[in-house]
């Protein structure tokens, strides 16, 4: 069973960047691709981009394209979620999440496992 | 915004029966992708219920089923419960966004 650990709450100015980390561990990391999810205070849940731990590099969702980085590193099993020009509505929980492989195409995958999620708050 | 539509809330006695539906498009369930299931309570993480419109995955209480019927899907909970009371959130893909969705989410309440 795959156990994915985030990193703490962090507190920003409007205009920089975070990056959250997301470790996994009881699992073949490289296995299976990995998703960013985020939730605003009193808003759903909302897809920032997926990466799989073979390439390194991620895709993003098209509302964060240019501002969102996804990546993922084998060696220390973790995947990474860095955005950047944040904004006061980018406060939210972040979390990340495995995803299940369905019929070979991503896009019948699902998240099966998630990590506790990381508490970002934008002020200026 | 969502492109998967839920019912803002849906709310039922212990032991009744609710029902959950999703509303999609022709860009997402109405070009067969599958749609996935999750709980949501506050402060945790959200947890995979339904995957693959029907499947439930292990540990999951049967009191929990997945149907489709052509663009709109369904998630069904028997048996109410108060620790059924969560938010719920369908997920599928979309070939328009080439992403993944999740619906507008759904807040059940056991009275």
């Known amino acids: 069973q795959v156990q994915m650990v985030q990193s703490g709450a962090e507190v920003k100015k409007t205009g920089s960047s975070v990056k959250v980390s997301c470790k996994a561990s009881?699992?073949?990391?490289?296995?299976?691709?990995f998703s960013w999810v985020r939730q605003a205070p009193g808003q759903g849940l909302e897809w920032m981009g997926r990466?799989?731990?073979?390439?390194?590099?991620?895709k993003s969702a098209q509302k964060f394209q240019g501002r969102v980085t996804i990546s993922a590193d084998k060696s220390t099993t973790t995947a990474y979620m860095e955005l950047s020009s944040l904004r006061s509505d980018d406060t939210a929980v972040y979390y990340c999440?495995?995803?299940?492989?369905?019929?070979?195409?991503?896009?019948?995958?699902?998240?099966?496992?998630w990590g506790q999620g990381t508490l970002v708050t934008v002020s200026s | 915004q969502s492109v998967l539509t839920q019912p803002p809330s849906v709310s039922g006695a212990p032991g009744q029966r609710v029902t959950i539906s999703c509303t999609g498009s022709?860009?997402?369930?109405?070009?067969?992708?599958?749609v996935h299931w999750y709980q949501h309570l506050p402060g945790t993480a959200p947890k995979l219920l339904i995957y693959?419109?029907?499947n439930r995955p292990s540990g999951v209480p049967d009191r929990f089923s997945g149907s489709k019927s052509g663009t709109s899907v369904s998630l069904a909970i028997t048996g109410l419960q108060a620790e059924d009371e969560a938010d719920y959130y369908c997920?599928?893909?979309?070939?328009?966004?080439?992403?993944?969705?999740f619906g507008t989410g759904t807040k059940v309440t056991v009275l």
């Open positions: 022709s860009s997402n369930i109405g070009s067969g992708y599958d």
């Open positions: 990466v799989i731990p073979t390439v390194g590099i991620g």
């Open positions: 997920q599928s893909y979309d070939i328009s966004l080439s992403g993944y969705v």
């Open positions: 693959g419109i029907i």
């Open positions: 009881g699992g073949t990391f490289s296995s299976y691709p």
């Open positions: 999440a495995r995803e299940g492989t369905g019929r070979g195409s991503w896009g019948y995958n699902w998240f099966d496992s």
